[in-house]
């Protein structure tokens, strides 16, 4: 019996999920009675996981994982945990995470339950908190099955470090170069900016904002505040923004400390990326515009007035 964490990186660095999701799996073992094992796949990251809890590290490396494909990752983590005795495999539910979690649920035979946003309540089995119904809802799922896959939604658990350093050991899986059946030809990243799923404070802004000529105002809130940048769907589908900014139902789950949207209506599908939010301000000329019935505060009020005037004052208070 262990707790596997998948620990995902990229390019040798850590994605801050999964700290998260080391400390979540250290959390579950010690109410379990047992160990936490962090997996990590391809070019590992160079921080320590033992310091966010891990108490052993396990890296599957390669050529065959340079490149990220859900069928050969899958496959190396699912064999991982199988070898290790592995019976509770936790996965930060990011892009990646989304693709290899049910693979890995299938080839486990395991119960899988996406949408985690808190710590495992085993004084009575082994029940867990999720969102369901588009984030509208929290669930509370028992789990009557002694294997599980669970995903948790990025900042939902307190990252803490009270372990100490760990030394990592390699370990082989039946994954091959005939294995990877895509290839992946070029990737384009988004440098220097705020990654959506890891961001604490992120400014959104729909097709209220009338064009992709008046996102600088946006993108200067953001700067301003040390914020990612998102959108809503339409906004993307439009090519005003790129797809990477997408939260929502077809988009990415965030659960940021603060979400800003301007001139976002507050469709469903949109709450469901983004009403796990901590805290939620919506800009709207609209006091009819739904997103307020799921806002913190609300601001009735054109954005292009709105918006120049929150920079002014976060500019004002930064200075002094
Ligand atoms: C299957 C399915 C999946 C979907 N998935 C997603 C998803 O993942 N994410 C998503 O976002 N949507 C999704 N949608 C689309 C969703 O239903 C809405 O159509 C969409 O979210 C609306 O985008 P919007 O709020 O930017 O635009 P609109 O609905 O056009 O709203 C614009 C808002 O801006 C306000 N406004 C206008 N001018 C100003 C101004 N000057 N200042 C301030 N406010 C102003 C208006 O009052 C209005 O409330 C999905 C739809 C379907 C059917």
Redesign the pocket.
Known sequence: MAVIVYAESDNGIYKKSSFEATTYGKDLADKLGTDCIAVTIGNKGTQNLGVYGAESELNVSGSTFDSFNPQTYATALSEVASSNGGDTIVISQTYTGKSIAPLVAVKQDAALVTGIVDMVDTSNGFTVKKTCFSSKAIGHVSINHSKRVLTLIPNSYKIYQDGSEISSSEVSTSVSDADNNTTIEATDKVTGKIPLTEAELVVSA???LKGPENWDMVEELADVLGAATAC????SDMEWRPHSE??????ITIKPNLYIA????G?I??L??VGSSKVICV????PE?PFFKAADYGIVG???DVIPRLIKRAKEIKAS
Do not use: C, E, L, Y
């Open positions: 729909g097709r209220g809503s769907k339409p906004v997408h939260v929502g139902q077809t988009g301007a001139g976002i209506s469709a599908q949109h469901a990326g800009i709207n000329t609209d515009a054109d954005a292009f």
